[in-house]
C-alpha cells in the first residue's frame, strides 16, 4: 500500500502563491498518475491537476495558467505551485497516487489532506 503524507497548506492573501507536496512511501511497484483534488465545504471534491510517470499533465479549466503540477520520481513526491490564488481556490487538497502494486495490482490511495485559505 502506499502512504501519502501532504504538507504546505495554510493562509495566503489573494494573489499570492503557495506550494503543495505530497511524499508517498510503502510498498509499490510504480505510482503511474499522481494527482491533486480539492474539496470546499458544501462542495463535492474536484481534480485540480494530475502528472503521469512519464510527466504528461492535466489541469481543471480552472486553474490553468496560474497552477504547475510536477512531480520527482526518484523520490515518489508530487508538488502543486499555486499562484495568483483566489478566494474560490480555498479548500482542502487531497493528494492522490494511481499506483500499481508489487503484484502489478491497481489501486488508489489518498492523503489526509491539508487545507488552503485564500482570504485577506
Known amino acids: 500500500q502506499v502512504q501519502l503524507v501532504e504538507s504546505g497548506g495554510g493562509l495566503v492573501q489573494p494573489g499570492g502563491s503557495l506550494r503543495l507536496s505530497c511524499a508517498a512511501s510503502?510498498?509499490?511497484?510504480?505510482?503511474?498518475?499522481m494527482g491533486w483534488y480539492r474539496q470546499a465545504p458544501g462542495k463535492q471534491r474536484e481534480l485540480v491537476a494530475t502528472i503521469t510517470w512519464g510527466g504528461t499533465t492535466n489541469y481543471a479549466d480552472s486553474v490553468t495558467g496560474r497552477f504547475t503540477i510536477s512531480r520527482d520520481n526518484a523520490k515518489n513526491t508530487v508538488f502543486l505551485q499555486m499562484n495568483s490564488l483566489k478566494p474560490e481556490d480555498t479548500a482542502v487538497y487531497y493528494c492522490?497516487?494511481?499506483?500499481?502494486?508489487?503484484?502489478?495490482?491497481?489501486?488508489?490511495?489518498w492523503g489526509q489532506g491539508t487545507q488552503v485559505t485564500v482570504s485577506s
Open positions: 492522490n497516487a494511481a499506483a500499481l502494486s508489487t503484484a502489478l495490482r491497481p489501486y488508489d490511495s
Open positions: 510503502g510498498s509499490f511497484f510504480r505510482i503511474n498518475t
